[in-house]
């Protein structure tokens, strides 16, 4: 490297920055940096114009400054423009999109992806995860979508079942997901209930209530997962449990029942129980079948296997979910806890580490890698 070369070029470099209208100071910072850049490019690949080179450089190196200067001061222009800290408005735009997004010209599970993407913020992955299917078709589905509508006037709002359907995804994905979503799709459930007298809507927020006054209990000072079991219950939110029983029992009062109601009235056993071990597992089956009888989804008869499993034993659990097919998610880990409790160490300790191979999630599929590492420790000894 001539470094006596860099000296001599370094002022009749700066003076051209210069003139093409560079401020002293950047000039001489760009210049610094082409000179640095020619330090370790050159002597692996010297230029044939020295000169020319550096001020390519340093022009390049001076724009992006200027660039960065410029992204910058825009970002600390917006931030003056924030409104100043204090409580939210009572009510905004945001459920009002929710309703536009599910147009009626969309099939309710189309309109249910379009909005998770548009307005709930959920990337294709976490939306397609949510719908059991591979990320390239929920990709196309969300695409034609957007087709569909891009013509059309939104002054037709979709129904109240495909709104509830969006919000309960939303709220599942802040709930176990990588996104911190629950606390919205609360607030913007408590605004559609205040809005609309519907039993699904009170079941829905009952759900949301129930699952959330359980959050802090959900994960260990370290971040671990911590199974409903384990949880410390004395941890849990019994004033969000007291409102959500009570938005749940005026609801079920209507006699229209449906699969959020449904849903509510098992968290709601979860929440009453005093321990674990005083779970009414039978009234829980009893409501997954109610469930199953409203939804019959793969994920319903899973979760109905699990209790199954702790109503009547591991083998009945065992065979509820032998009619279940072996892709679902979380399938493997259900049948790891099923065979566990039914004394199968090893096939126990396989499933785990096949389930955590598949987790959604980091903190899941720790969770998993840990169970299986126990149940192999157990085995060797």
Same mark, same amino acid.
């Given at each position: 490297m001539n470094e006596a070369l860099l000296r001599s070029l370094t002022p009749s470099v700066l003076a051209i920055l210069?003139?093409?209208?560079?401020?002293?100071a950047a000039a001489e910072d760009a210049v610094q940096d082409a000179l640095v850049e020619a330090v370790r490019v050159w002597p692996a690949d010297p230029p044939r114009d020295a000169k020319g080179w550096l001020v390519t450089v340093a022009w390049r190196r001076f724009l992006d400054a200027t660039r960065a200067d410029a992204a910058r001061r825009r970002r600390e222009d917006l931030v003056d423009e924030e409104p100043t800290p204090g409580p939210a408005p009572a009510v905004d735009d945001t459920l009002q999109l929710y309703f536009l997004c599910a147009h009626p010209s969309l099939t309710p599970s189309s309109a249910v992806a379009l909005t998770l993407r548009a307005v709930g913020g959920l990337t294709t992955h976490q939306i397609a995860q949510a719908y059991l299917v591979p990320e390239a078709t929920m990709a196309q589905r969300i695409s034609r979508a957007k087709r569909?509508?891009?013509?059309?006037?939104?002054?037709?709002?979709?129904?109240?079942?495909t709104v509830l359907?969006?919000?309960?995804?939303?709220?599942n994905e802040g709930y176990s997901g990588d996104v911190d979503l629950a606390a919205e799709?609360?607030?913007?459930?408590?605004? !559609?209930?205040? @809005?609309?007298?519907?039993? &699904?809507?009170? =079941?829905?927020? %009952?759900?949301?209530?129930?699952?959330? *006054?359980?959050?802090?209990?959900?994960?260990?000072?370290?971040?671990?997962?911590?199974?409903?079991?384990?949880?410390?219950?004395?941890?849990?939110?019994?004033?969000?449990?007291?409102?959500?029983?009570?938005?749940?029992?005026?609801?079920?009062?209507?006699?229209?029942?449906?699969?959020?109601?449904?849903?509510?009235?098992?968290?709601?056993?979860?929440?009453?129980?005093?321990?674990?071990?005083?779970?009414?597992w039978v009234q829980i089956v009893e409501w997954y079948d109610e469930l199953?009888?409203?939804?019959?989804?793969?994920?319903?008869? !899973?979760?109905? @296997?699990?209790?199954?499993? &702790?109503?009547? =034993?591991?083998? %009945?659990?065992?065979?509820?979910l032998a *009619?279940?097919?072996?892709?679902?998610?979380?399938?493997?880990?259900v049948a790891a806890y099923l065979h566990e409790r039914d004394g199968d160490l090893a096939t126990a300790a396989r499933l785990y580490a096949e389930a955590a191979q598949k987790a959604?999630?980091?903190?899941?599929?720790d969770h998993l890698t840990r169970q299986a590492a126990r149940l192999n420790a157990r085995g060797c000894r």
């Open positions: 210069v003139r093409r209208g560079a401020d002293f569909t509508v891009s013509g059309v006037r939104f002054d037709q709002p979709g129904d109240v079942a359907r969006v919000l309960y995804l939303v709220f799709a609360i607030r913007l459930t408590r605004q !559609l209930a205040a @809005a609309i007298d519907h039993p &699904e809507v009170a =079941g829905l927020l %009952a759900l949301m209530l129930l699952h959330h *006054a359980r959050r802090a209990a959900r994960t260990a000072p370290d971040g671990g997962l911590v199974p409903l079991a384990e949880q410390d219950r004395g941890r849990w939110d019994t004033e969000s449990i007291a409102e959500g029983v009570e938005i749940l029992q005026a609801a079920l009062a209507r006699d229209r029942l449906g699969e959020f109601q449904a849903q509510a009235a098992i968290a709601a056993l979860h929440a009453d129980a005093p321990t674990a071990e005083k779970t009414d199953a009888r409203l939804i019959d989804s793969p994920v319903v008869r !899973l979760n109905r @296997a699990v209790a199954v499993g &702790e109503a009547d =034993g591991p083998r %009945a659990g065992l065979a509820a *009619a279940l097919d072996e892709s679902l998610p979380r399938r493997a880990a959604p999630n980091l903190a899941e599929r």
